[in-house]
């Protein structure tokens, strides 16, 4: 069975930093690329990071591009997210996301739960 | 980055057909896409349900019934999601989804009513 189980949510100042992490069981972790996709209280998806399977290719929202670092460990079938310079908006439920390649289509096929991120003072 | 815009409500009654839309921005085409769909309950994570691309190319998720399909209407730049013969189960938050080279694009969700 696939399972995403993300941790390290919690409040936070803003300014503040914070890492989340989403462990990977149930499938070849090193093969998949993964996301991080949030969702404020409320308010609909918005996807923010991907990094591919060998950790050569990241890419990131421009919400939150120069703030946030995608990494993994592959070896550790987990996945990260360092949040530095946290603002109020970035308040949200954190999901990681597994990406399926299918060849001519990419796919986000299964996620976690999610961890939420409050960012107050 | 492209927009998808999606009306934010729809609602239909059991046993009905429903018909939600997801409309790109002009600048980019829906006939060079695959256009995914996923369901949102409320506390629960996003579930995918299908991508479509052409009658040719397309897929449904793992244990989603076939009364989801998907479908484009190129003279409006838009992918649909049908859903058929609705239950009341299939109420929800529905999302569109393409990947744009370097970013997945969301649209802003619609809330399904199932009267």
């Known amino acids: 069975e696939v399972l995403l189980v993300e941790s390290g949510g919690g409040l936070v100042q803003p300014g503040g930093s914070l890492r989340l992490s989403c462990a990977a069981s149930g499938f070849a972790f090193r093969n998949y690329s993964m996301n991080w996709v949030r969702q404020a209280p409320g308010k609909g998806l918005e996807w923010i990071s991907y990094?591919?399977?060998?950790?050569?290719?990241?890419y990131y929202a421009e919400s939150v591009k120069g703030r946030f670092t995608i990494s993994r460990d592959n070896g550790k079938s987990s996945l990260y997210l360092q949040m530095s310079g946290l603002r109020d908006e970035d308040t949200a439920v954190y999901y990681c996301?597994?990406?399926?390649?299918?060849?001519?289509?990419?796919?986000?096929?299964?996620w976690g739960r999610g961890a939420l991120v409050s960012v107050s003072s | 980055q492209p927009v998808l815009t999606q009306p934010p409500s729809s609602s239909a009654s059991p046993g009905e057909s429903a018909r939600l839309t997801c409309t790109l921005s002009?600048?980019?085409?829906?006939?060079?896409?695959?256009i995914y769909w996923f369901q949102q309950k409320p506390g629960s994570p996003p579930r995918f349900l299908v991508y479509?691309?052409?009658?040719?190319?397309?897929?449904?998720g793992s244990g989603v019934p076939s009364r989801f399909s998907g479908a484009k209407d190129t003279s409006a730049n838009t992918g649909i999601l049908l859903i058929s013969g609705l239950q009341s189960e299939d109420e929800a938050d529905y999302y569109c989804l393409l990947w744009a080279t370097t970013a997945w694009v969301f649209g802003g969700g619609t809330k399904l009513t199932v009267l």
């Open positions: 002009s600048d980019i085409n829906v006939k060079n896409y695959n």
């Open positions: 990094i591919s399977s060998s950790i050569t290719t990241k």
């Open positions: 479509y691309y052409s009658d040719s190319d397309k897929g449904l």
């Open positions: 996301a597994r990406e399926y390649d299918g060849g001519d289509y990419y796919l986000l096929d299964f």
